[in-house]
């Protein structure tokens, strides 16, 4: 079963707005991923944020993270079309030891 | 690095047969993890493999199939006999630590018809 539930299953921007992404979960976690997948390719790692953590920047990508509303959200700034992909959230929780549970994913179109 | 690589990229076949997926993980990663991608399902842990023994196989579908991994540099998914809905596109990842992140292939595509 899904860990995560990404909102919006689906976004399209225009080349330079900004991308947002939501991820919601269930149980106490260990730590929280985002990760990204292009069109018939494997998934890429893009940031890592532990639980005592509140917000973390690579970039141009900008995570938060909040605990008592179990729920992240990936900012992307000045999106490009190489931006076009899968978005997905992925948590360890505090009970299992090493297993990462993925989200649905939120599908990004960034348009020129 | 040559990260993680699976084989075959594609594979088709008919309802019956055995399938066999391959995996290399990352030299010097001692977590290995197969996931199945489908559109109805999303990504599924399957099972996953800390100093090559099996941690959790709890999300093996049934005992159609079955996963090895013999030595740190090889780990491999039987599916027999395979049947129609285990049509997917199967990950392999692997991790240096726990609970840090994971590196992907590029999948396997499995058409089972």
């Known amino acids: 079963s899904q860990q995560g539930e990404e909102d919006p299953q689906a976004l399209s921007i225009q080349e330079g707005e900004n991308a947002t992404m939501n991820c919601s979960y269930k149980?106490?976690?260990?730590?929280l991923q985002w990760y990204r997948q292009n069109s018939g390719r494997g998934l890429v790692h893009l940031i890592l944020?532990?639980?005592?953590?509140r917000e973390k920047h690579s970039g141009r990508l900008r995570v938060t993270l909040d605990t008592s509303k179990k729920s992240s959200s990936l900012l992307i700034t000045a999106s490009r079309a190489a931006d076009t992909a899968s978005y997905f959230c992925?948590?360890?929780?505090?009970?299992?030891?090493?297993?990462?549970?993925f989200g649905t994913g939120t599908r990004l179109q960034v348009t020129l | 690095d040559a990260g993680v690589i699976q084989s075959p990229r594609h594979e088709v076949t008919e309802m019956g047969q055995e399938v066999t997926l391959r995996c290399k993980p990352i030299?010097?990663?001692?977590?290995l993890f197969w996931y199945r991608q489908t559109m109805m399902r999303g990504l599924e842990l399957l099972i996953y493999?800390?100093?090559?023994?099996?941690?959790?196989d709890s999300g093996m579908p049934e005992d159609r199939f079955s996963a090895k991994m013999p030595n740190a540099s090889f780990s491999t998914l039987k599916i027999q006999p395979s049947e129609p809905r285990d049509s997917a596109v199967y990950f392999c990842?692997?991790?240096?630590?726990?609970?840090?992140?994971?590196?992907f292939g590029s999948g396997t595509q499995l058409s089972v018809l």
């Open positions: 990842a692997s991790s240096s630590q726990t609970r840090e992140k994971l590196f």
């Open positions: 149980t106490s976690i260990n730590n």
């Open positions: 944020i532990r639980s005592n953590e």
């Open positions: 992925a948590t360890y929780d505090t009970g299992t030891a090493s297993k990462l549970t």
């Open positions: 030299s010097g990663h001692n977590s």
């Open positions: 493999f800390n100093n090559n023994v099996p941690i959790d």
